[in-house]
C-alpha cells in the first residue's frame, strides 16, 4: 500500500493526517503529488469528490515559504465563496502543522477582517478572482512573491465568466511560478490556459471523461406548476436527503417560502445571500438541519456535499451539460441515487433536446411517488422535529405585505402643499371678507370702528 511519506509528504503532515484519519491516498493524489513536489506544472482532468483539495494542497503547504506582509507566496483561485471557505477548512489544521497560515479572500463580507489578516502576513491566499481583483485594485496586496498557483475547478470558473480576471491575475503573479491546475473537463478554455500559462506540463487524468449519469435513475414527470410543491413534500418523506434546482434567485426564495408555510424544513442558497446565510444553509443540509437544500446552479457550483439521495430539477437546466452538472450531485461513490425532471407541457420540446445532448431517452409520465427506492427515515424524522424557523428572505416579507394588502401612499411635499393651497383658496373664497379667514372678534373689531367713524362724522 502507498502512503502519503512515500509521495515525498514530509513528517509533520503526514502526522496531521494521521491524526484526522488519512492515511491513504487517493489515485489522484498519487497521480499527482510526487510531480508537484518537484515544482513541475501540472494539469488534472478529475471529478469533484476525488480528493483534489489535499492533491494540490499537501504539495503547496509543503513548498510555500514564509510571507512578508501582503505578500502572499501561495494563492489558490476557486469559483465560488463555499469552495473557497471548504479548502480552507480542509488546508488549515495541515498548514498550522508546519507553522503556514492560510486565509480565504471572497466577497460578501467586510473588507476589514481581510485587510488585517494581509497586513500581519498571509503564506497561503485562498481566493474568488473577483474579490481578488477588488484588492488588487484597492492596493491591499501585491502577488509578484507567489510561486506556486493553483487554478480549482478551472472550468467552472471559465462557465461564470471569469477567464479574462485569472488571467489578469496570473500575469501579475512571478514569471517563473509553478502553475498547477485541476478542471472536471479539459475544453477549449482550459486548454487556452494550458496553453499560454502552463510550461510544459504534466497532463494527468483521472476517472471517467464525463459526469456519469448511468447509474441513477432518471425520471420525467409531467404536471402542472400548483402540483409541484405537493410531489416535492411527497418525495422528500421517500427519499430524505435532496437537492432541488431552480434557474433564479426569486425562484429559490418562493420556493422557500412555500415548503416553510408547509411546514417543510428546507435550506435556500443563493447568490444573494451573504456569507453567514450562506454558511448556515450548508451547515444545516450537511448536519442534517434541513431536509432538502434548495439552489440556483452558479450557487450549487464547486461544492461537495456526499450522500444525496435525490436530485430534483423544478426548473429545467440551461442545457444537457447543467442537466449533467445537477444530477452528479447523486449517485457518487459507487452509490445510486434518483434525478427527476417537473416536466410541463410547454417545456417538452426543451427536455427531448436535454436528453438528446446528454444520451438518454425516457417517457415522460405523471408523478409516481410510491414507484421510488426507498431511503431510510431517520433523517426526515430528525428533520421535521427540529423546531421551525422562517428563513430570512425578502421574498417572504414582500408576500406578507402583498397579503395585507398594498401599503397607503405618502403625499409628496408639493402634492400636500397644493392640497392645502387649494384648501386655503377655497375658505377665502367662501368665508372672508378682505382676503382673511372668518373670525367672530374680527366682525366685533370692525362694528366698534363703524360705530368710531360714525361718532366723528356726527
Known amino acids: 500500500m502507498v502512503s502519503f511519506s512515500d509521495l515525498g509528504i514530509g513528517p509533520a503532515i503526514v502526522r496531521e493526517l494521521n491524526k484526522q484519519g488519512i492515511s491513504e491516498p487517493f489515485e489522484v493524489q498519487k497521480e499527482s503529488i510526487p510531480d508537484s513536489l518537484l515544482g513541475r506544472d501540472v494539469c488534472c482532468r478529475a471529478p469533484t469528490g476525488s480528493g483534489k483539495t489535499l492533491a494540490f494542497g499537501l504539495p503547496l503547504i509543503a513548498r510555500t515559504r514564509r510571507a512578508n506582509s501582503k505578500r502572499p507566496t501561495g494563492l489558490i483561485l476557486t469559483p465560488t465563496r463555499e469552495l473557497a471557505e ?110 499560454n500559462y502552463q510550461n510544459n506540463p504534466v497532463t494527468i487524468e483521472v476517472g471517467p471523461k464525463e459526469v456519469s449519469i448511468e447509474n441513477m435513475q432518471h425520471l420525467f414527470w409531467t404536471m402542472k406548476p400548483h402540483q409541484k410543491l405537493r410531489v416535492t413534500s411527497d418525495i422528500l418523506t421517500k427519499c430524505g436527503k435532496t437537492m432541488i434546482f431552480c434557474k433564479t434567485r426569486r425562484g429559490v426564495d418562493r420556493l422557500g417560502d412555500e415548503m416553510y408555510d408547509a411546514e417543510i424544513n428546507v435550506a435556500t442558497l443563493h447568490g444573494g445571500l451573504n456569507q453567514r446565510q450562506r454558511d448556515r444553509a450548508l451547515r444545516r443540509f450537511t448536519k442534517g438541519g434541513a431536509a432538502a437544500l434548495v439552489a440556483t446552479d452558479v450557487a450549487a457550483r464547486g461544492i461537495d456535499i456526499q450522500g444525496v439521495n435525490c436530485v430534483i430539477h423544478y426548473d429545467p437546466p440551461e442545457n444537457g451539460k447543467a442537466y449533467k452538472h445537477r444530477s452528479g450531485r447523486t449517485a457518487r461513490a459507487g452509490a445510486d441515487g434518483v434525478v427527476i425532471s417537473y416536466v410541463q407541457r410547454s417545456q417538452q420540446r426543451t427536455y427531448n433536446k436535454i436528453q438528446n445532448e446528454v444520451g438518454i431517452k425516457r417517457r415522460f409520465q405523471p408523478p409516481n411517488v410510491e414507484n421510488l427506492t426507498e431511503y431510510p427515515m431517520d433523517y426526515v424524522e430528525e428533520v421535521f422535529e427540529e423546531e421551525l424557523k422562517p428563513p430570512p428572505t425578502k421574498n417572504r416579507r414582500r408576500r406578507i405585505r402583498r397579503q395585507r394588502g398594498p401599503p397607503q401612499k405618502s403625499r409628496s411635499s408639493s402634492e400636500r402643499q397644493r392640497k392645502k393651497s387649494h384648501r386655503s383658496k377655497f375658505s377665502k373664497k367662501n368665508n372672508t371678507d378682505s382676503g382673511k379667514k372668518f373670525n367672530p372678534k374680527n366682525k366685533s373689531k370692525r362694528n366698534r370702528n363703524k360705530s368710531k367713524k360714525s361718532k366723528r362724522n356726527e
Do not use: H, W
Open 86 to 195: 471548504q479548502i480552507n477548512s480542509v488546508l488549515r489544521p495541515i498548514a498550522q502543522a508546519v507553522d503556514r497560515d492560510i486565509v480565504s479572500i471572497y466577497g460578501g463580507v467586510s473588507y476589514k477582517k481581510q485587510y488585517n489578516a494581509l497586513n500581519k502576513g498571509v503564506d497561503i491566499l485562498v481566493a474568488c478572482p473577483g474579490r481578488l481583483i477588488d484588492l488588487l485594485d484597492r492596493r491591499a496586496l501585491k502577488l509578484d512573491d507567489v510561486e506556486t498557483v493553483v487554478l480549482d475547478e478551472a472550468d467552472r470558473m471559465a462557465d461564470m465568466g471569469f477567464m479574462e480576471p485569472v488571467c489578469e491575475i496570473l500575469d501579475l503573479c512571478a514569471e517563473n511560478r509553478q502553475t498547477i491546475l485541476f478542471s472536471a473537463t479539459l475544453d477549449e478554455d482550459v486548454s487556452e490556459l494550458v496553453k
